[in-house]
């Protein structure tokens, strides 16, 4: 045999090998698929939905059209809150949301978007990307037939808009406020009353005084909900969510009989949404802030420093109450609290010295 020969032969022999044993690889990876997602946030919603939107239309161009991606925002295929079931069930592929609105499915999620006095933005991603908080939550899941991997960041939102001067403890008694999740529980121990209200009808609310209080996301979008013409003090800062991670979650069986390649891509457009959506965060809320003081003339205020020790206090038992409700809530904020006193030591001679010292001067400058 003449090497012509040789190579010939091997080259066919391992074609064929490539043929037998490679099929289903190859079939698979010729496979289209047709996918729904559907969403939490309003149609068109800075930032979330439009993340989720550019998520579907990343996926596309990385895999060539292999997966094609049909967004619906929350109420347009399933109710907003419906997602979560949907995806479990089978009956849409994949969602976008934020963890803590499923806590009374699992309650551990919480954890993973964001708890008060929890991680920053940086802190959280270093938590699921070099920690163990994405097997964590992964683990969170799985019963629920569900894969998640974070897709974007609201960086550290803002402590609300309130209609009087927040000055000790003792104005939280009686106040009247419109926020959710395990922030509510806290600003119910220090005596407030929580007020459950639909996106809709805050603005309303705030501004006829039927409640006294609002948070809701940071300077962009509550630039847009037009809250600084119903409230005068804009506090800061968000202790209740400093650093919300939202959510891109799979059917698990979807997920897992994909091709390597596919998942590689949906992982790695996943984490690129997430750097962007943080990227947009910041820097639109810059430039709202901007806006909200020197065109709107907003007071922004900071809640006292005491204030802010006690409330850590009454947060830390919030913590530790949901998390003595079952074991995967405990795992998951042993895990946390460990993570976090890990990392906290090294951001304050870091980050905090680096804002505290340096990029301090480029505070707000009023006109
Ligand atoms: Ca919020």
Not at 179 to 200: D, E, F, Q, S
Request: charged share 20%; net charge neutral.
């Amino acid at each position: 045999m003449n090497r012509r020969d040789f190579l010939g032969k091997t080259a066919v022999a391992a074609g064929a090998a490539a043929t037998t044993i490679g099929a289903p690889a190859v079939w698979a990876q010729g496979k289209k698929y047709h996918w729904k997602m559907v969403t939490t946030w309003p149609p068109n919603f800075p930032v979330l939905q439009v993340g989720a939107e550019r998520f579907a239309k990343r996926v596309k161009e990385a895999t060539e059209g292999r997966i094609t991606i049909d967004v619906f925002a929350g109420g347009e295929l399933v109710p907003a809150l419906g997602c979560f079931d949907a995806v479990s069930a089978g009956t849409v592929e994949l969602f976008s949301g934020a963890a803590y609105y499923w806590a009374g499915k699992v309650p551990s999620a919480q954890w993973f978007s964001s708890v008060p006095f929890g991680l920053n933005p940086q802190g959280i991603n270093t938590w699921f990307y070099a920690g163990e908080g994405l097997k964590l939550w992964e683990e969170c899941y799985a019963p629920f037939n569900l894969v998640p991997r974070p897709q974007g960041n609201t960086g550290v939102q803002m402590g609300g808009w309130f209609r009087k001067e927040m000055n000790t403890m003792a104005d939280w008694k009686g106040l009247k406020m419109r926020i959710p999740g395990l922030g509510g529980k806290v600003v119910a121990k220090a005596g407030g009353t929580v007020v459950l209200l639909p996106g809709g009808e805050i603005f309303t609310s705030l501004e006829r005084g039927v409640i006294d209080a609002v948070e809701w996301v940071g300077p962009l979008h509550d630039l847009r909900l037009g809250l600084y013409k119903a409230a005068q003090y804009y506090y800061y800062p968000g202790w209740h969510e400093p650093g919300t991670c939202l959510e891109v979650t799979f059917n698990k069986k979807v997920y897992d009989g994909l091709p390597s390649d596919l998942k590689v891509i949906l992982d790695s457009v996943a984490a690129e949404t997430n750097i962007w959506s943080l990227s947009e965060f910041e820097s639109s809320n810059g430039a709202a802030l901007e806006e909200l003081i020197n065109k709107h003339h907003v007071q922004l205020k900071e809640f006292p420093a005491e204030m802010l020790v006690q409330l850590g206090k009454l947060s830390t038992e919030v913590l530790e109450e949901e998390a003595a409700k079952d074991p995967q809530s405990k795992k998951v904020n042993e895990a946390f609290k460990k993570f976090r006193s890990q990392i906290g030591p090294w951001g304050t001679v870091s980050e905090k010295a680096y804002y505290d010292r340096i990029f301090g001067k480029y505070a707000l400058k009023t006109t």
